[in-house]
């Protein structure tokens, strides 16, 4: 069970690097719960995949680079990086045109071959800065 859950997460990335939201839907159980460090209240499916189309728009040339996963029961850790251009605009911030690269670590509960439950904790600060958005210490006191 545990490779077949890893797979899973793997199709999700793969898929989400294509940019086929769609296909990453088909991936997510109906009754999805996704918690996002940061983000007070856990995303459903349907705002989850809102979140993702808009990341999409912001990052069109998403990549991610899975590390070695570990899994246990119907738990799927993955540590990762991604890599993109921020293109669009993010949560009101426009588009800067400056690449990122952002470390973050993802917990997925499959049940039944699906993303049922996830939380996710990534290096907002980081990619705020590489964006732009808030100074970076180096910059801080310029």
């Known amino acids: 069970m545990s490779e077949e859950s890893k797979a899973v997460v793997r199709k999700f990335y793969a898929l989400l690097d294509k940019g086929d939201v769609s296909g990453v839907t088909q991936l997510l159980s109906d009754k999805l719960v996704w918690y996002f460090a940061g983000i007070p209240a856990p995303f459903d499916k349907q705002s989850f995949v809102g979140f993702l189309n808009a990341f999409c728009v912001a990052f069109p040339d998403l990549q991610h680079s899975l590390d070695p996963q570990i899994a246990e029961g119907d738990r799927v850790v993955t540590p990762l990086t991604f890599r993109a251009t921020h293109r669009g605009e993010l949560q009101g911030i426009p588009a800067s045109g ?45």
């Open 98 to 142: 400056k690449r990122v690269e952002v470390r973050a670590l993802n917990i997925h509960r499959i049940l039944g071959g699906k993303i049922a439950q996830a939380e996710t904790v990534v290096d907002m600060m980081s990619l705020m800065q590489q964006i732009g958005a808030i100074p970076t210490p180096s910059s801080a006191g310029a």
